[in-house]
């Protein structure tokens, strides 16, 4: 998370409903830029869409980083223009896990935890969800079709 988050968490400003509903908000935007990274134009474009450096895209999206909160107001400025995305609520839950874990190692635990997940799932002979799927996949974009 950004310092200026981490402050108002140590200063008692901002209670336990206010820090979910951050990380719920804070998750929308990774997966809503996960989704058109992916589906669409690919970091540069999204980046340059958003009005950030393309390195604080990727960062975020891979869950190595926090933007600051200049750089979330660009993200959600870019989501108003979105359809509506409704994230699923193990994908919180999963931010709020993932939370705890320094910056650098959290895209890895994300990763780690999703495929423990399918490796339970699928051992009791259970559908593994979409988001996990997802949480798997590698961010790069589908590969351009031959003309």
């Known amino acids: ?42 970091q540069r474009v999204v980046a340059r869409d958003v009005g950030v450096h393309r390195e604080v895209l990727r960062k975020f999206v891979e869950g190595q980083s926090t933007p600051t909160s200049q750089t979330i107001e660009l993200m959600q400025d870019w989501a108003g223009d979105r359809p509506e995305y409704s994230v699923p609520l193990p994908l919180v839950a999963l931010a709020i896990l993932a939370e705890e874990v320094p910056a650098p190692a959290r895209a890895s635990f994300r990763k780690q935890i999703a495929q423990l997940l399918a ?27 031959p003309r």
């Not at 908000?25 to 990274?37: A, G, S």
């Not at 490796?119 to 079709?145: G, T, Y």
Request: glycine share 4%; hydrophobic share 40%; aromatic share 2%.
């Open 119 to 145: 490796s339970r799932l699928q051992a009791a002979n259970c559908d593994v969800p979409s988001w996990v799927h997802d949480e798997l996949a590698p961010l790069n974009r589908p590969p351009a079709q």
């Open 1 to 42: 998370m950004s310092t200026s988050y981490h402050l108002l968490i140590e200063r008692g400003l901002m209670n336990g409903a206010s820090r979910i509903s951050t990380i719920a908000t804070l998750e929308r935007l990774r997966q809503m830029l996960r989704r058109e990274v992916r589906t669409h134009a690919g």
